[in-house]
């Protein structure tokens, strides 16, 4: 789990370009990720847009909340703790992303859970619907209460959607996270374009057991 500072800066920054290249950022970029160091600390996206993240964008903090090298605009202080938290409760996080990826965010500003219908997320990992956090200011202490709160009561999955906002996930490091938002995307891009059809249907009630089954037969972690 552990890793040098500037190799966590690096995962990030390529996962930022990778979101961009991806439309995962929307039209003003705005972005905050993160990566884990170690038990204690984690590196973190200083400002909003990460369009053209470089390394020299992070600052090192730790699960506290304290900026222990770099600096943080007004923005990102904000959210500090979301990260953070999300690091305490889930040991095996590595990374932690939030943007407003516009497809995924349509469920979130509409309340409505994302169904699983999406093969690719069981390979993810996911288990059962992306949960909707009830809305309350960006970084407040209900706001993150409330993601916490679902993060631990869905164990399921590694994202909630943020009601009225956006989206946030975590991964075992920066790269996976950002394929675990991109997907995430695609599921609710033709879930929306499904209902033009009848509406998208849930997986079979073994599915999760048959994927599984299926990528351990071939060694497969995803």
């Not at 973190?44 to 990460?50: A, C, K, L």
């Not at 069981?122 to 993150?144: H, N």
């Not at 509406?199 to 071939?218: C, D, I, N, S, T």
Request: overall charge negative; proline content about 5%; aromatic content about 4%.
């Amino acid at each position: 789990m552990e890793m040098s500072i500037l190799a966590a800066k690096e995962a990030v920054v390529k996962a930022a370009h990778l979101l961009a290249k991806s439309g995962m950022l929307f039209r003003g970029s705005h972005a905050n990720l993160s990566a884990r160091v170690d038990e204690r600390r984690f590196v973190m996206t200083r400002g909003g847009s990460v369009a053209d993240l470089e390394a020299s964008g992070l600052s090192l903090l730790d699960l506290d909340g304290n900026v222990l090298e770099g600096e943080m605009d007004a923005t990102n202080k904000e959210v500090i703790s979301m990260h953070a938290g999300i690091y305490r409760i889930r040991p095996s996080a590595g990374a932690v992303i939030h943007t407003h990826a516009p497809h995924v965010t349509a469920f979130a500003v509409a309340h409505e859970p994302l169904p699983l219908i999406y093969e690719p997320l069981l390979r993810l990992g996911f288990t059962e619907p992306v949960p909707v956090v009830p809305w309350a200011p960006r970084g407040s202490e209900r706001s993150v209460g409330g993601i916490l709160e679902a993060a631990e009561a869905h164990p399921g999955v590694s994202a909630v959607l943020m009601a009225n906002h956006g989206v946030l996930v975590w991964g075992d490091n920066p790269g996976h996270a950002a394929q675990v938002l991109i997907n995430l995307d695609e599921a609710a891009e033709l879930a929306i374009m499904a209902r033009a059809l009848g509406g998208a249907k849930v997986l079979p009630e073994r599915a999760v057991e048959e994927v599984r089954e299926r990528m351990a037969a071939f060694g497969s972690r995803r």
